[in-house]
Every structure is written in C-alpha cells, then in structure tokens.
C-alpha cells in the first residue's frame, strides 16, 4: 500500500517519475522494450513497429488536440508530408536517414502552420471542417504531382543506413523506431511542464481567459500546429523507411480518423493516453484478425468492412461510456492496488 | 459559349441535389448545434434502403419510397437516441468524433451487409433527356434536381406551418426559453434528426440514380461541406443558394480544367471560405460573449 509521497527537495517533486513505484514500473518497461526484439519473430517485430510509428503520430495528434484542444482531421495528411519528404530526399538529394526524418518533420511542421493559420479566426468544429479540406487537398497533391510523389502508384526509397549498417529487416528498424519514440515521447512529456507547454492547456481550457492572462494565442496556436505535424511527419518518415515505399493509399482519410480515435481511446490530453491507445487501436485489427480466421475463410474477406464498424463502436462506446478513455482505466486500476487492501 | 451553357445547366442541376444534402447538414446544425461528419453516410445508407426495397424485394418505387423515408426516420431517430443524448452538453470534439464514429460503423455496416460493389438503382425517372433550346440535361440529373428542390420546398412550408416545425424553430433560436413554453427539447432534437435522416435518404435515392451505388458514396457528404460553409451552417436558403453555386464551379472546373480537380474544389472553396468569411454567405457569425 502507498501510504505517503514524502520529499525533501523541490527537484524530487518535479520529477517525471516521482515515485520508487513508478521508477520499478518504468525499469519493467525499457527491460521488456530492450529483451523484445531477442525474443519475437519478425512478425511480432514488425507489429512492435507499427505500434511505435502510431505512437508518435498519435502522441503528435494529442498535442494538439488532446492539449491544445484544437481537433484535426487531417492528421494523415501530415504524416504523408513527411514520407514524401523523406521518399524526395533520401532518392534525389541522397541524403542520410538521420537529416531526412527531422528534415520530414520540419516540412510536415511548415504545411502544419500553414493549415493552422484559418484557426486564429475559426475554432471546434469549424477548424475540424478546414484540416479536413486540407486532409483531401493534400491527398490530391499526393495523387497527382507525379514528379515528386509518383502519382497514385506512389515511390518507393532505399533503405536507411547507418555507419555501414543498413536498416533493413525488423530487427534493425525497431531500434530505429525505439530510439525516436522515446525521445518524442521524452520531449513530449517535457513539454507540459514548460511554459509554452502550459499556454496550449490554457488555450484549450478557455482560449479568451488565456489571452487575458498574456499567452499569444497567434503563437500559441500556430506552435502546437507545427509541433503536431513535426511528430506527424517523423512518424510519416518512419513509416516510409518501414515499408520501403510510400503511396497516397498509406495516408487517406481513415488513417487520420484511425489516428484521432487512438488518441480519444486511448484518453486525450495525457501521454500515457496516446500510447495506450495507439497500442490498443494496432492491435485491434490483428486480433479481430484471429477471431474471424475461426469463422473460415468467407470470413476473413469481411475483415476490413468489420474493423472499420469496431473502430466506429470503439469511438462511440468510449466517447459515451468513458469519456477519459483507457488512460483513466488504467488509474482505475491503479488505485485499487496502491490502496489495498482498503477499497475505493 | 454552347458549351458553356450546357455545362452550366447541368452544373446546377446537380447543384441543387447538392443542395438537399446540405439542407441535411443545416436541419442538424441549427437545432443542435453538431456538425454531422455521417451525414453522407446515412445519404448512402438511404440509397441502399431503397435499393433494397426496390430492387431485391421487389416492390414498387412509390412503396419503396415510402418504405426507405420510413427506415432512414429510425435510423436518424436511432442514431439521436443512442450516441448523441448520452453527450448532451458534452464538449464539441467529443460530439464532433461520435459522429465520426458512427460514420465508419455505418460505412463499415454497408460493406458487410450489401458488399463492396457497384449497383445500380432500379430507374424511377423517365429515360428521356430534357431539351432546354438545343441544351442535353440527362435525365437523371435534371429529374434529381426538381425531386431536390420539391423536397426542400416541402420541407420549408413544414418548418413554417406545422406545429412541430414550429417547436424546432423555436428550439433553434433559444433552448430555455423553448423549454419554459412547454416545448419538448430533446424530443425536437430526435426529430432533427429523423428530418435530416429523411433529407438524407432522399438525397441518397437521387445521387444513386445518377451514379452508381457503392458504399463510399458518403464522400459526396464530405464535399457538401463546402456547400453548408459557404452558405452559411445556420441559414436552409444559404444552402440552396450555395448548393447551385458549388455544382456550377464544379461542372467548370471538371469541364475546362480536367476531371480530377473537380473532386478538389469544394475543399479549396471550402478552405477559402474559412478564412476569409467563416459563417459563409447568410449565416449568422458567432459572437462570443462572456
């Protein structure tokens, strides 16, 4: 049972993990990330991948819409900003992996800012409508400005390479995708406890009362769009390196729903949140996946059409049922055993 | 300059069913203040009702009509019941995403129940092209487009005359004081929603006789967007006026620039519309007060 929280320095409080509890649970994490890849097949590496990339592009999309309150839908489109980005580079500049990815987030960053700027006048649902039109304006660009992202049938890019390793099979990439993940993550965490990490609650909790306060609402709206479509466009490079190719199917519509209900399943407005979730919302199809592989084989040609009613429920039952999503579930959970044996 | 006509008429034709659609959008938006982002995918789900009464069951269209404005009440009354009440007063992103939601349910639900591919709605408008002075109007396009504007004029007069258009109206403009006269709000906002299902449906009917009928044809709601922005979320004549409006510029821009841009224009006249006059061409702007 924890019974108290007991500190002596300032520095001990502001901690990110501020309790031995939370220290251990961490420790079980960066174990069990570390022995992962020595134990899985590839199969399971590949998975471990996928989950990282939505990670990013999920704790991406929490940043602006879990904190800053500002709702996206054109999340996807970033993250294709980034892929083609990196696709263009890494083929025509030759650039090495590690200066294309920022390079990708900074170009989906700049697309980003520039699609945030109708929300200084427009905000809710309004602002959701304009990243949807920039959702399917973008996805024309990807369609039809061939010279650069070859058009429907996409492009595809060589593998990244590192000091003579290429990272080529799932082994490699996970690394890859483990070591951006947890910085994202590290900054991301961070950045709620700065100042400007601060403003974008504020502007979410009551944008007027936050400008009366002195937060520019310009700048502060503006970075966390930039912010945003930086996470997204890392998680779009990632994706094209991960798959090797990049094409306009990879980044529609759904995508971005998929990534909003990641964030809304998995709880807005917290980083464990947008893991939980992106874990969850990976996983979903690939166990919806074994389910219907019982049903033989009839049942299988269903799968997407069913994956996208589960999604749909999915939103549906956690927005109506627990608003707070699995992230709440898990304090839940948390506080039974912190208390025991005394109950809620 | 034939041409230009031609094109235009037809333009407008379709900007009129447009038009229907939007009024969907309107009816919803004005009493409850939602955008619904599954508009177009009850529109789809109508068409399929009638699909199914028409063409599998085989009865007449006049029933079958009659039959899918019915199904499509219960599926808007449906929709209201059990994922919108739970969020009465609920932040806009929450509301914002159940519609989402149950957009992908039922784009999802279309697919399992009626497959992927394309069919074609049993014909309910006669065969011939209207002739304008030497101008083509396809059939169906031309027929839609009276079907359009017979429903949303319908619709007007039951908005002014009857006594629940009346209690919606009243609904629209001031909830408390609504409620103080006895009006029954969340009974209004459940048939908000059986209106713009039924809207929805009939537009559906429409659009799947001129073109074919699969299950992503709820994009089209998507790109009505456009047509509700710019003509304002509140105001039914701002939806009329900018359903005629976004059908011309489109019909132009898939005639003389290429038939893949027109896909993209409502978005651009949409994101225009956003910066430069967010509460479009009749709505009334948000004043924020504290």
Same mark, same amino acid.
């Given at each position: 049972?924890?019974?108290?929280?007991?500190?002596?320095?300032?520095?001990?409080?502001?901690?990110?993990?501020?309790?031995?509890?939370?220290?251990?649970?961490?420790?079980?994490?960066?174990?069990?990330?570390?022995?992962?890849?020595?134990?899985?097949?590839?199969?399971?590496?590949?998975?471990?991948?996928?989950?990282?990339?939505?990670?990013?592009?999920?704790?991406?999309?929490?940043?602006?819409?879990?904190?800053?309150?500002?709702?996206?839908?054109?999340?996807?489109?970033?993250?294709?900003?980034?892929?083609?980005?990196?696709?263009?580079?890494?083929?025509?500049?030759?650039?090495?992996?590690?200066?294309?990815?920022?390079?990708?987030?900074?170009?989906?960053?700049?697309?980003?800012?520039?699609?945030?700027?109708?929300?200084?006048?427009?905000?809710?649902?309004?602002?959701?409508?304009?990243?949807?039109?920039?959702?399917?304006?973008?996805?024309?660009?990807?369609?039809?400005?061939?010279?650069?992202?070859?058009?429907?049938?996409?492009?595809?890019?060589?593998?990244?390479?590192?000091?003579?390793?290429?990272?080529?099979?799932?082994?490699?990439?996970?690394?890859?995708?483990?070591?951006?993940?947890?910085?994202?993550?590290?900054?991301?965490?961070?950045?709620?406890?700065?100042?400007?990490?601060?403003?974008?609650?504020?502007?979410?909790?009551?944008?007027?009362?936050?400008?009366?306060?002195?937060?520019?609402?310009?700048?502060?709206?503006?970075?966390?769009?930039?912010?945003?479509?930086?996470?997204?466009?890392?998680?779009?490079?990632?994706?094209?390196?991960?798959?090797?190719?990049?094409?306009?199917?990879?980044?529609?519509?759904?995508?971005?729903?998929?990534?909003?209900?990641?964030?809304?399943?998995?709880?807005?407005?917290?980083?464990?949140?947008?893991?939980?979730?992106?874990?969850?919302?990976?996983?979903?199809?690939?166990?919806?996946?074994?389910?219907?592989?019982?049903?033989?084989?009839?049942?299988?040609?269903?799968?997407?059409?069913?994956?996208?009613?589960?999604?749909?429920?999915?939103?549906?039952?956690?927005?109506?049922?627990?608003?707070?999503?699995?992230?709440?579930?898990?304090?839940?959970?948390?506080?039974?055993?912190?208390?025991?044996?005394?109950?809620? | 300059?034939?041409?230009?006509?031609?094109?235009?008429?037809?333009?407008?034709?379709?900007?009129?069913?447009?038009?229907?659609?939007?009024?969907?959008?309107?009816?919803?938006?004005?009493?409850?203040?939602?955008?619904?982002?599954?508009? %177009?995918?009850?529109?789809?789900?109508?068409?399929?009702?009638?699909?199914?009464?028409?063409?599998?069951?085989?009865?007449?269209?006049?029933?079958?009509?009659?039959?899918?404005?019915?199904?499509?009440?219960?599926?808007?009354?449906?929709?209201?019941?059990?994922?919108?009440?739970?969020?009465?007063?609920?932040?806009?992103?929450?509301?914002?995403?159940?519609?989402?939601?149950?957009?992908?349910?039922?784009?999802?639900?279309?697919?399992?129940?009626?497959?992927?591919?394309?069919?074609?709605?049993?014909?309910?408008?006669?065969?011939?092209?209207?002739?304008?002075?030497?101008?083509?109007?396809?059939?169906?396009? %031309?027929?839609?487009?009276?079907?359009?504007? %017979?429903?949303?004029?319908?619709?007007?007069?039951?908005?002014?005359?009857?006594?629940? %258009?009346?209690?919606?109206?009243?609904?629209?403009?001031?909830?408390?004081?609504?409620?103080?006269?006895?009006?029954?709000?969340?009974?209004?906002?459940?048939?908000?929603?059986?209106?713009?299902?039924?809207?929805?449906?009939?537009?559906?009917?429409?659009?799947?006789?001129?073109?074919?009928?699969?299950?992503?044809?709820?994009?089209?709601?998507?790109?009505?967007?456009?047509?509700?922005?710019?003509?304002?979320?509140?105001?039914?004549?701002?939806?009329?006026?900018?359903?005629?409006?976004?059908?011309?510029?489109?019909?132009?821009?898939?005639?003389?620039?290429?038939?893949?841009?027109?896909?993209?224009?409502?978005?651009?006249?949409?994101?225009?519309?956003?910066?430069?006059?967010?509460?479009?061409?009749?709505?009334?702007?948000?004043?924020?007060?504290?």
């Amino acid at each position: 049972m924890l019974i108290g929280n007991f500190k002596e320095r300032y520095e001990a409080d502001e901690a990110i993990f501020r309790t031995t509890r939370s220290r251990v649970w961490l420790g079980i994490a960066v174990a069990l990330i570390v022995a992962f890849p020595f134990v899985g097949n590839s199969y399971h590496l590949y998975m471990a991948g996928l989950i990282g990339i939505n990670i990013i592009a999920a704790t991406g999309i929490n940043i602006l819409t879990g904190y800053t309150g500002l709702i996206s839908l054109g999340h996807a489109a970033f993250m294709g900003v980034g892929a083609y980005t990196v696709a263009w580079l890494s083929n025509n500049v030759g650039l090495p992996f590690y200066i294309c990815l920022p390079l990708g987030g900074l170009v989906a960053a700049a697309v980003g800012v520039v699609v945030g700027i109708p929300s200084l006048r427009i905000k809710g649902l309004y602002l959701a409508i304009a990243t949807l039109a920039a959702q399917f304006i973008l996805g024309f660009v990807f369609n039809e400005w061939e010279p650069v992202t070859g058009g429907g049938r996409g492009t595809s890019l060589a593998a990244a390479e590192i000091g003579g390793i290429v990272l080529d099979t799932e082994f490699e990439l996970y690394w890859l995708i483990v070591v951006v993940m947890v910085l994202a993550l590290l900054f991301a965490r961070n950045l709620f406890r700065t100042r400007v990490g601060r403003a974008f609650i504020a502007v979410r909790d009551r944008d007027i009362s936050a400008e009366v306060m002195g937060i520019n609402l310009l700048r502060t709206k503006l970075t966390a769009f930039a912010l945003s479509s930086f996470y997204a466009g890392l998680a779009g490079g990632l994706m094209a390196y991960f798959f090797k190719v990049v094409s306009p199917e990879q980044y529609t519509f759904s995508v971005s729903i998929f990534m909003l209900a990641a964030v809304v399943v998995g709880g807005m407005g917290t980083i464990l949140g947008g893991i939980l979730g992106a874990i969850f919302m990976t996983l979903i199809p690939e166990i919806l996946g074994e389910i219907t592989q019982i049903f033989g084989a009839g049942a299988v040609a269903m799968l997407s059409s069913a994956r996208e009613v589960v999604f749909g429920l999915l939103i549906v039952g956690f927005l109506v049922f627990e608003p707070r999503g699995l992230a709440q579930i898990w304090k839940r959970i948390k506080r039974v055993y912190e208390i025991w044996p005394f109950r809620t | 300059m034939d041409f230009f006509l031609e094109v235009s008429l037809v333009g407008l034709a379709i900007g009129g069913v447009y038009a229907l659609v939007a009024v969907g959008y309107v009816l919803v938006y004005r009493t409850t203040h939602v955008i619904n982002f599954a508009h %177009g995918n009850m529109m789809m789900f109508g068409a399929y009702f009638y699909f199914t009464f028409a063409e599998l069951l085989g009865l007449h269209w006049t029933i079958s009509i009659v039959l899918t404005v019915i199904a499509a009440a219960g599926l808007g009354a449906g929709i209201e019941r059990v994922a919108l009440r739970p969020l009465l007063g609920r932040p806009a992103i929450s509301i914002v995403m159940v519609t989402v939601g149950i957009a992908s349910i039922l784009h999802g639900a279309a697919q399992l129940i009626w497959t992927a591919g394309d069919f074609f709605l049993p014909p309910i408008f006669p065969d011939l092209p209207i002739v304008i002075d030497e101008m083509y109007i396809p059939a169906n396009t %031309g027929y839609g487009f009276l079907v359009a504007l %017979g429903a949303i004029g319908g619709f007007l007069l039951l908005f002014r005359f009857t006594r629940s %258009g009346v209690a919606m109206r009243a609904t629209a403009s001031d909830q408390i004081a609504a409620t103080t006269m006895g009006i029954n709000v969340p009974a209004m906002f459940s048939l908000t929603w059986v209106y713009a299902s039924i809207t929805a449906a009939l537009a559906g009917v429409v659009v799947g006789s001129i073109t074919t009928l699969n299950p992503s044809m709820g994009l089209i709601g998507l790109s009505v967007l456009a047509v509700v922005i710019l003509g304002g979320m509140d105001s039914v004549i701002g939806a009329v006026a900018a359903g005629l409006i976004v059908g011309w510029i489109e019909a132009l821009t898939g005639f003389y620039i290429g038939g893949a841009f027109k896909d993209v224009v409502p978005f651009v006249v949409l994101l225009a519309i956003l910066i430069v006059r967010p509460h479009g061409l009749f709505g009334t702007p948000e004043i924020e007060r504290l």
